[in-house]
């Protein structure tokens, strides 16, 4: 009986004896696929998770300050006090950013660093230390896109985001913000992930303030942080010169096709409104849609006119996190569409929520364009964790390697079909403090070494700086 240990050696055997000239395949070359001149290469990061000096220069507390030091909340028992110590480090941090050609770093800022109390008056060190790190960015040819809210929400504002006079505070934060840094900074993020900082934080528990409120005051809370959004956009726009770009980072639900034909494609577009009608299309359209207030009933938020002004405010260009998607197949049903389930045989990437799903870099700029047609889309964030080992060689992580050249190939094909992608940001530059996974879960290009914070390239950085360097994928 023959195995297929057999078999592939016959196999090689007739390939070795094969007569065809091995030039028949030297003309067959790879093609690269590029991206446009003035593409934006980067990496993010976020205050929280980079900076440590928690308590240091007059920075005010966080709630996630707290969340934190409460026994059970975080995987490893690990805190941000220190984290990778970013706020000693930023110098390095530009310095790694530079080694690997990117022209562009998304950061966030501390609220409670900037405004301790949450608003009222503003820390001149925290100030002070903000300016240093964009001037350092520029000077080493980085522009910074800088994200005003990543988590880190003042612990002195009272009832966090269920109370409404949050997004008063958060916008008084954005003018102040604007004014102070538009000279320098041309891109602005409002919120990052209202998805992940509202549902998980006030729903499930799992992120600070680790709370699981009713269905209704979780949908009040949303629509506080979507308030809030539009009147970040207004403060920013009254702050600053012609020309600042504003936008918003969020993690839709991303639809993809199981198969690329008009029937499932439309039910993806039915996917990607149903699936995020909550969040990202009032974040794109400035409003709710009538279907999902009627569905929610008793449930919906209570919304002002002076809400949704606000709510109504345009933006320049829509920030996507791509981390994952959901195959979408076309059903006969209310909805018309179904999510298959991905078995549990479906590849992740180090955390069961982060499945491989590379296509979601296509069909989510591709379906969002479809939808909402806006000006300009960035991958605000992608990424992911893998079981890093550092070792006299360095880390090489080839599993991130295969992840990232899949996710950005999809994205080019996006390039490459006209839809408005201006730039993409892996998550992340550095391993982090990972919320509520802590320091276990590694994201970074760069190994973290967190008793020497030495910043430590792995494999997937010499890998990346070819693809800024060519400006293209292979």
């Not at 903000?130 to 960015?137: C, F, K």
Request: charged share 20%; aromatic share 10%; net charge neutral.
């Amino acid at each position: 009986m023959i195995s297929r240990r057999d078999v592939g050696k016959l196999i090689g055997i007739a390939t070795a004896s094969s007569t065809l000239p091995v030039s028949g395949f030297a003309k067959i070359a790879p093609r690269p696929l590029t991206f446009p001149a003035g593409f934006r290469w980067g990496c993010a990061t976020a205050a929280y998770q980079i900076e440590g000096a928690v308590r240091e220069d007059g920075r005010g507390e966080s709630i996630w300050d707290i969340f934190s030091h409460t026994p059970g909340k975080i995987r490893d028992n690990s805190t941000a006090d220190v984290a990778c110590d970013s706020y000693h480090h930023y110098v390095d941090d530009a310095q790694a950013l530079k080694n690997v050609g990117a022209n562009s770093y998304r950061l966030s800022f501390a609220w409670p660093r900037i405004f301790p109390n949450g608003r009222g008056q503003p820390n001149q060190m925290g100030i002070d230390h903000y300016h240093r790190v964009i001037d350092n960015l520029l000077e080493n040819g980085v522009e910074p896109y800088v994200t005003l809210f990543h988590w880190d929400l003042p612990t002195a504002l009272p009832g966090g985001w269920q109370n409404r006079d949050t997004a008063e505070a958060f916008a008084d934060y954005a003018g102040f913000v604007a004014k102070h840094f538009s000279d320098k900074v041309r891109h602005f993020m409002t919120l990052n992930e209202v998805r992940s900082f509202i549902d998980n934080g006030y729903g499930a528990g799992l992120h600070a303030p680790g709370l699981r409120l009713p269905a209704s005051e979780l949908a009040q809370a949303r629509h506080h942080a979507i308030v809030a959004h539009g009147l970040g956009v207004k403060a920013i726009r009254a702050n600053s010169p012609r020309g600042t770009q504003v936008g918003f980072a969020e993690n839709p639900s991303i639809p993809i096709p199981t198969i690329d034909t008009s029937a499932h494609v439309d039910a993806a577009k039915k996917a990607l409104k149903a699936l995020n009608e909550a969040i990202f299309v009032p974040l794109a359209e400035g409003r709710y849609r009538d279907a999902y207030l009627a569905a929610e009933g008793g449930r919906a938020p209570h919304i002002t006119s002076a809400d949704l002004t606000a709510m109504a405010s345009p933006v320049d260009f829509f920030g996507i996190n791509v981390y994952t998607g959901n195959y979408v197949d076309p059903a006969d049903n209310e909805r018309g569409f179904t999510l298959p389930s991905p078995g549990p045989t479906y590849p992740k990437m180090g955390l069961d929520w982060l499945r491989v799903a590379p296509e979601a870099a296509y069909w989510g700029p591709r379906l969002i364009s479809d939808v909402w047609n806006p000006r300009a889309i960035y991958i605000s964030e992608n990424g992911a964790v893998t079981a890093d080992q550092l070792s006299s060689g360095g880390v090489k992580d080839t599993a991130r390697i295969m992840y990232l050249r899949n996710y950005i190939s999809q994205m080019q094909r996006a390039v490459a079909e006209g839809l408005p992608v201006k730039g993409y940001f892996l998550w992340s530059l550095l391993d982090n403090f990972e919320w509520s996974d802590g320091t276990s879960a590694r994201f970074g290009i760069h190994y973290t070494d967190y008793a020497t914070q030495r910043r430590i390239p792995k494999l997937s950085a010499a890998w990346f700086r070819e693809v800024i360097r060519t400006n293209a994928v292979a």
